[in-house]
Structures are given as structure tokens and as C-alpha cells.
């Protein structure tokens, strides 16, 4: 810690009234200090982070932290606030503020670092002595490490209630495992992980955490699963290898719930346990043990988990596309679109010959595409049933390919595949099996079983459906592609980022997984709608700066970045403190921006990369227009909005966001 944290880091009067106030005033330490190269672009960055996920924690704690390419070391900036920050906590603003920067690349070591001061922000003796201390050097000192604080002695009361719960479980404790993570995984992985430990220690409870974060994934052992008599998943991403937790009563939930509700948790794993509910996820994928329950899988109701298996295909997918999308637009870029039928570059390369070179780009592009729709299927089934479900999902992909059937096809089955396979987890087999089943009977047995399926029963008809759907797309042209593109405006404005936006998106991708002219067509539109948000909210930011607050201010500044980078999320700040004016206005340029594009045939093969990949898009100057009125129609009507609300001698609103919401 000696290297991430120094006096100057710290500021023990923190000003800020805001949490991008106090972002910057640390930031700027950090710049001061040698330790962020590019201000605004880590800014940009953080604001990103916060966007997916407030930052503050009950006990008047505020981590606001990113990876950035802008950081050059990992550092920790402290701030102590009179008045306190809203950074998003249920019980208030934070007085203690730490900003983490933590570089795009580093390494497991500062991390882990990281994480310790992670689980230290929970003892409430360590924030106690950084609240009173006066002197930057020991408050820097603290943070490090090197002088722990005094804790104050519990209560007779407290230690009498201990003493009688260690009595009570002496003979037998309970013994739960939990996996804690998030998506940064930089602090809440292991904040969660220091609460519930604390939590169980108070009841007596023994508890082991593996911590599945940027510092490393180091399992838990096997022997110490086996006797636990249950699991709490505390995470923000997909629990990894889930399969080893089968026949165990699973508390599953957010990370947040983690660091607030240890108690709560630990007591409804305790509940689970007694009255014998036991998880659908079979033990090493074998098959379900006695009294399972149904499918291993995210909770909520049938479409909460439908849209979260696609999308799990989809994010995998994606890499792909936009691997090959953008391999194959540079080969025609340098070698015409006549490259897409050149001979095999194995035999045919010549290296000074930039033809050569334009058609080992497209050939290498079109292998990465080959791979799209068994990914997709693939992935899909993974995110229903685990490890066991890759190879028939992979294998109704490949199926689908063969057939004809496309991006419909995958989708198909790979949810053929993970019900499959946990159907065939639901079947009793005897111990001496089961370590066999992951690895082959389950793979054997669904792979057959989605073979079938696909090559006899379902695939001839969603191959035709898929052919009616890309004839339906190539022919679209005038008022039905505009109409197309009004919709999928609408659809990624409306929640900018949620599930509409989510699902415009995952139809678009999964286009590109058998590209037409068409589908083509429907990315680009997608991808230009999806820059209007933030664009606008930073442009009416820049224009008209009395109508929005000392925050929305500052956001409007990140949101240049964020839009031109295609991050919709990035005008969410602005949704969030005044949607009745904010969302129809974007709603409405969105709108405006998909039907240009595709009126104007903008084609774009890429899923991704915003203004970066515009070089590579069909018809670029139209493209560039279609954004940039939609974003001039957004500004003008959220402006005009924003004025109707105020009244003569009125003012400009105030300095934070609740006026802005009350007057909604």
C-alpha cells in the first residue's frame, strides 16, 4: 500500500458538494502526483463505472474506482467531507470518500492490495480513527496499513450474546461457502467478502469465501464445499463453475447485498437449509442430488431468465463480430469489395501485393464469422446449465450453419441444449457416475438429443423462417426501412441501456451473424441511434448551462466521450434526474437518427466502436449526418422542455440534482 497512497493523496477538508466534484478534486491529486496522465479521460472513465453502479456503501462510504489507460499506477486518493457526498448509499451521503485508480493492465498484486483496504473500510475502528484524525501523513499512514486502529471493547451484552452462539453451535456450527463478485472487481468483491465473514463470526457461523475479482480466482477446496451446509453467491456476474456448489441450498443475490445485508443473508441460508431446499445445479454437473429443486440459472420470472441466457450468447458473440465485421471492412477498404472472392491466400500470397494483403484480412475475418452462430448457441446454453452444455450447444451452432437455419438457428439451439442438459441433470445416477457425467454422458446424450432436434424436427422451419426474415430485411427500402429505423431509434432510447435497448441490440448482432445488406443496414441504425443520448445531454449541457445543475454539468463533459464511444448509459444521469423531459427528447432524436440511416442505406458490419469505426462504414458522411441531426433534434426539444419549466425570477436550478426531480 506504501506506493498507492501518499500525504498529498489525501485531503482532509474535501469542498466537493457532488460526487463528480469529489472524483475530480482527487483526480487531480492523482495528476499532481504523476499518477493519472489524462484528467478528463480518467474522469470519463469513472463516470462510466458509477453509471453501471453507485459507488456508495452504508457507513458513510463513497468508492468511486475505474480501470483507466489514463492511470499510470495504481493509486488511492482519500477525502474526508464536513458535509457529506451523495455517492448513492441507502442510509445517506458519505463524509469518507476514496477514489481508486487502478491501471487497464494491472497487476494481480496492487489489486489484492486493493482488496485489502476493501475489507479493512469495513471495521468500523478503521473509519473511526481516519473521521478524527487531523494530520494527512497519519491519515495516509492509516489507509496504508501502518498503524492499525485501536477498536473500541465490545459491550458486556454483545460478548455475553457471543459466547452463548459459540456455545450453542460448539458441538456442530453451521458452515456456509460464498462467492463474492463484481464487475471491476477491484473493491465490492471484496468488501462483500470482509462483511459476511464479520456477519459470521458474530453468529457463530464458519464461513469461507472464494472471491472470483480482478486479484485472482482461487477456488475453494473441494473438501470444504462438500461440508458446507450452504452457498451464497453475492455477484454481479456469472458465479463461474456454479457446477461445484449442486445439491446445496443457494442464497443467491446482488454483491451490494453482500456488504449490507450479511446478517440477512446468512440467516436465510440458514432457513434454506432447514427446511431442506436444495439448488437445481447438480454436483460436478452429474445430476441433481435428492430434492432439487428446478433449473440452475438466474432468479425472476421466465423472461428475466429467457433475456439473460440470449444475452449471455450475445456477449460472447460479440467479440467475434467485431473481430471479423471489422477484418472484412478493412479488406474491402484496401482491396475493393471484388476481394471477397479471391483465391485462398495458402496459396496464392504475395507479399508486396496489397491485394494479397486485402484478402488475407477478408479470409481471416470470414474464419472469425464461421465461428458466430456456434458461439452464440453455445453460450447460450453455458449460461443455462454451465460447462456441461458447451458441446451440444456448440453442436446445434454448427447444425444450424449446415442447415441453413442462421442466427435463428443458434438461438434455437442453444436453448434446446441447456434444457437438454438439465433435463438429463435431473436424473438419478448412482455416486459411482457421477464423475463421469459432466464430461461425457451429458455431453453425449444432449448433443444427440439436439441433433435430432434440429436436423429432423425444427431446424427446416426455422430455416425458413431465417430466409423470410433476411428476404424481409434486403427488401426493405423506403417508408418500411424507415419505419424499421423508428422503431430500433426508439427501442435503444427509451431505457438506454435496459431491457428495450438490450433486446434492439441483441437483434442487430445477431444479424451480423449471417450478414446481408439488410442486417447490415440494421446495425448501422442501431449503433447511430445509440449515440444520440449522451451526445444531446452534452451538447444542451454546452449551450444552455443555466438549465442544469453544478453535477449534470459535469456529467454533460464525460458524455462527449461516452456518446462518440456508442456508451447510451452515459445519459442516464440526466434520465434518472428528470425523465419526463430527458427521455421523450432523446426518444425522439434516436427516432429521427435510425430512420436517416436508414434511408440513407448506412451500412456498418462492426458491433461496436462508435465514431471509431466510422472509416469502415457504408456511406460515412451520411452516417455522420443522420447522428448529428438526431442529436441537434434531442438537444433543441430537452432545451426547450427544461424552459418551460422555469418562471420568471426563477433562477437557475440548484447546485444538486433533487430540484431537477422534484420538478419533474
Excluded at 472484412?328 to 469489395?337: D, E, H, Q, V
Excluded at 491466400?345 to 494479397?356: K, L, M, Q, T
Aim: net charge negative.
Amino acid at each position: 500500500m506504501s506506493e498507492l497512497i501518499t500525504a498529498e493523496l489525501v485531503d482532509l477538508d474535501l469542498s466537493a458538494e457532488t460526487k463528480s466534484e469529489a472524483a475530480r478534486s482527487l483526480a487531480e491529486r492523482m495528476v499532481s502526483a504523476g499518477r493519472v496522465t489524462d484528467l478528463d479521460g480518467f474522469l470519463a472513465d469513472v463516470a462510466a463505472r458509477e453509471a453501471q453502479m453507485p459507488t456508495g456503501l452504508d457507513g458513510g462510504i463513497g468508492i468511486p474506482h475505474c480501470r483507466s489507460e489514463h492511470v499510470a499506477a495504481p493509486t488511492l486518493a482519500f477525502g474526508r467531507s464536513r458535509s457529506g457526498i451523495d455517492f448513492g448509499a441507502a442510509d445517506g451521503p458519505a463524509d469518507l470518500v476514496f477514489l481508486i485508480a487502478a491501471p487497464a493492465g494491472a497487476d494481480d498484486d496492487h489489486l489484492a492490495i486493493l482488496s485489502s483496504l476493501a475489507r479493512r473500510l469495513m471495521d468500523p475502528g478503521f473509519t473511526d480513527a481516519l473521521r478524527a484524525e487531523a494530520d494527512p501523513a497519519v491519515a495516509a499512514a492509516l489507509v496504508r496499513g501502518e498503524e492499525a486502529p485501536a477498536t473500541a471493547p465490545e459491550p458486556a451484552e454483545a460478548a455475553t450474546e457471543k459466547t452463548a452462539t459459540a456455545e450453542r453451535t460448539a458441538a456442530k456450527p453451521f458452515r456456509i461457502v460464498a462467492v463474492t463478485s463484481c464487475p471491476t472487481g477491484i473493491a465490492h468483491t471484496y468488501m462483500a467478502a470482509e462483511s459476511l465473514e464479520a456477519a459470521a463470526r458474530a453468529q457463530g457461523v464458519v464461513l469461507d469465501v472464494e472471491t472470483q475479482g480482478s486479484a485472482g480466482f482461487e477456488r475453494l477446496d473441494p473438501a470444504v464445499i462438500a461440508a458446507a451446509d450452504a452457498v451464497i453467491w453475492a455477484h454481479d456476474v456469472d458465479v463461474r463453475e456454479k457446477g461445484r456448489f449442486g445439491g446445496k441450498p443457494v442464497v443467491d443475490t446482488g454483491v451490494k447485498a453482500g456488504i449490507n445485508r450479511p446478517a440477512e443473508l446468512i440467516a436465510e441460508a440458514r432457513a434454506k437449509a432447514e427446511r431442506g431446499e436444495i439448488s437445481g445445479i447438480a454436483e460436478d454437473g452429474a445430476g441433481p442430488a435428492e430434492g432439487t429443486g428446478g433449473p440452475s440459472g438466474p432468479s425472476g420470472h421466465f423472461g428475466v431468465r429467457l433475456r439473460t441466457y440470449l444475452m449471455s450468447g450475445v456477449s460472447y458473440m460479440v467479440p467475434f463480430v467485431a473481430a471479423g465485421g471489422l477484418l472484412i471492412a478493412l479488406s474491402f477498404a484496401i482491396g475493393g469489395y471484388e476481394i471477397a472472392g479471391a483465391k485462398s491466400v495458402a496459396d496464392h500470397f504475395v507479399w508486396g501485393e496489397s491485394a494479397s494483403w486485402a484478402a488475407l484480412l477478408n479470409q481471416i475475418g470470414t474464419a472469425a464469422f464461421g465461428f458466430l452462430v456456434p458461439v452464440l448457441a453455445g453460450y447460450i446454453a453455458y449460461g443455462m446449465a454451465d460447462r456441461p452444455a458447451l458441446v451440444p450447444g456448440f453442436v446445434g451452432g454448427a447444425i444450424a450453419l449446415t442447415i441453413d437455419a442462421g442466427f435463428l438457428g443458434g438461438l434455437v439451439a442453444g436453448l434446446l441444449a441447456g434444457a437438454a442438459v438439465m433435463a438429463i441433470q435431473r436424473v438419478k445416477v448412482h455416486p459411482t457416475l457421477r464423475g463421469i457425467m459432466p464430461v461425457l454422458v451429458i455431453p453425449l446424450l444432449a448433443s444427440i438429443a439436439v441433433g435430432f432436434l434440429m436436423f429432423i424436427v425444427v431446424g427446416r422451419p426455422i430455416a425458413s423462417l431465417q430466409n423470410a426474415l433476411t428476404d424481409w430485411l434486403n427488401g426493405l427500402s423506403g417508408s418500411n426501412a424507415v419505419i424499421l429505423g423508428v422503431v430500433l431509434g426508439l427501442m435503444m432510447c427509451f431505457d438506454m441501456g435496459g431491457p428495450l435497448n438490450k433486446v434492439a441490440y441483441a437483434f442487430a448482432v445477431g444479424g451480423l451473424a449471417d450478414p446481408t445488406p439488410g442486417s447490415l443496414k440494421v446495425m448501422a441504425a442501431v449503433m447511430a441511434a445509440g449515440m444520440v443520448p449522451p451526445l444531446a445531454m452534452a451538447l444542451a449541457t454546452t449551450l444552455r448551462r443555466g438549465l442544469f445543475t453544478r453535477t449534470e454539468r459535469e456529467n454533460g463533459r464525460a458524455a462527449w466521450v461516452l456518446g462518440a464511444s456508442f456508451i447510451t448509459e452515459g445519459a442516464i444521469p440526466f434520465a434518472a434526474a428528470d425523465p419526463l423531459r430527458v427521455i421523450p427528447s432523446v426518444m425522439a432524436g434516436g427516432a429521427v437518427t435510425g430512420a436517416l440511416s436508414m434511408a440513407f442505406g448506412c451500412t456498418l458490419r462492426a458491433p461496436h466502436g462508435g465514431v471509431f469505426v466510422v472509416p469502415l462504414i457504408g456511406e460515412p458522411f451520411l452516417y455522420l449526418l443522420a447522428i448529428a441531426v438526431g442529436t441537434a433534434v434531442s438537444t433543441a426539444l430537452v432545451v426547450v422542455l427544461k424552459g418551460m419549466r422555469r418562471t420568471p425570477g426563477s433562477g437557475a436550478p440548484a447546485e444538486d440534482g433533487p430540484a431537477v426531480a422534484v420538478a419533474a
